[in-house]
């Protein structure tokens, strides 16, 4: 009884310090209060199975966010990820839903930001210097223009969420190089690509780590399973068009889910 009453004690003692320096306390999966947001790489585009009432959102319950509550069934989620979402639409059309009482926020945002659905389109369509240089441009805006957005967004997020624990999920690497594709881009233009998705990840984690967020990298999960691998993850070029370069059902339940289950 004696050792019972000292650990309840000092239970007790570390959960009345946490409070008084602001820290939240960790929760159980089931006790999360769950909110995603983002682009199209949480809202699940490629994935199909999309939501009737998402519109062009096109939230898909193959969507990492749905497949995590579905298996842990926290007491309250809100799924706003949108397709197309940029930093700056996040933050006016997505953060209704984060409250003090949320426990736990995912979000994707960045990549439209630098118009890198764009990057793709001119890689497919036009000459390999040109590819070249759109993702040189691309890397350029990731430099100068895309740290403020993701601060201001993060800001927003850690304003209206005081307690929540924030997973920033980053984007896979495309290509796999001098793998089994025999036509479309060069290797130059996949290399190319691959890089600007490396620098944006890059300034992902940045930005992440300065506004106190968690960075989860979904490279490693996406290793082995890139377009022009045997098994992708991801499609390439495709019909309809909107599926281009999103991951497929197999990559949201391999890649991003294992990527934010462990960073949750």
Not at 17 to 46: E, I, K, M, N
Request: some cysteine; hydrophobic content about 40%; overall charge positive.
């Amino acid at each position: 009884m004696l050792w019972r009453r000292i650990a309840l004690s000092a239970s007790t003692a570390l959960a009345v310090a946490a409070a008084a320096l602001g820290v939240a306390q960790p929760a159980t999966a089931a006790g999360h209060r769950y909110v995603a947001l983002g682009d199209s790489y949480s809202s699940g585009v490629g994935a199909g199975s999309y939501l009737s009432d998402s519109g062009d959102c096109r939230r898909s319950t193959n969507a990492y966010p749905r497949l995590w509550a579905a298996a842990n069934s926290p007491s309250a989620f809100s799924f706003t990820a949108c397709s197309g979402a940029t930093t700056g639409s996040v933050r006016s059309g997505q953060l209704a839903p984060l409250n003090s009482s949320t426990t736990l926020v995912s979000v994707t945002a960045g990549g439209n930001d630098v118009g890198f659905a764009d990057v793709m389109q001119t890689c497919v369509l036009n000459s390999e210097a040109t590819c070249v240089a759109a993702v040189d441009a691309a890397v350029v805006k990731m430099n100068s223009t895309l740290p403020g957005g993701l601060s201001a967004l993060y800001g927003d997020i850690r304003s209206r969420a005081p307690q929540a624990r924030v997973v920033v999920l980053g984007y896979p690497r495309f290509y796999k190089l001098s793998g089994s594709c025999i036509a479309g881009l060069s290797e130059t233009e996949r290399a190319a690509i691959n890089r600007g998705s490396d620098t944006l990840n890059g300034v992902l984690a940045k930005q992440a780590a300065n506004a106190g967020f968690a960075f989860s990298s979904v490279v490693d999960e996406f290793t082995g399973h890139e377009i022009c691998s045997a098994d992708s993850w991801l499609h390439s070029l495709s019909v309809p068009v909107y599926n281009s370069y999103h991951p497929k059902a197999a990559g949201q339940s391999g890649g991003y889910l294992p990527a934010f289950r462990s960073a949750v």
